[in-house]
């Protein structure tokens, strides 16, 4: 059996999550948003490449934030995290 090398594997899950999280985005008429770990500079980058903004804090809405703060309670570090956009065309 063949494999990928380790880094295009996680590029292709990587391409493929996001490809599945726009469509769905698409299908009901809003932004395709996401939270990544930002410590990883190849993550955020790839995700970027595909046309993501990071958000600053203020353009977070309140959903994705209580999100947030659940990821925290279970201990992930919200400072190493990022929320990404896409904005849509419609």
Do not use: C, K
């Not at 594997?9 to 990544?36: E, K, R």
């Not at 595909?50 to 809405?61: A, E, K, M, N």
């Amino acid at each position: 059996m063949r494999t990928l090398p380790a880094p295009v594997g996680l590029f292709v899950l990587a391409v493929a999550t996001v490809s599945a999280l726009v469509a769905g985005a698409a299908l009901m008429g809003v932004p395709a948003t996401q939270a990544a770990a930002g410590t990883s500079p190849y993550t955020t980058l790839s995700v970027q490449h595909l046309g993501f903004r990071v958000l600053s804090p203020d353009q977070i809405s309140p959903g994705v934030q209580d999100l947030r703060d659940t990821e925290a309670q279970h201990g992930l570090d919200p400072d190493f995290r990022v929320v990404m956009r896409l904005d849509l065309q419609a």
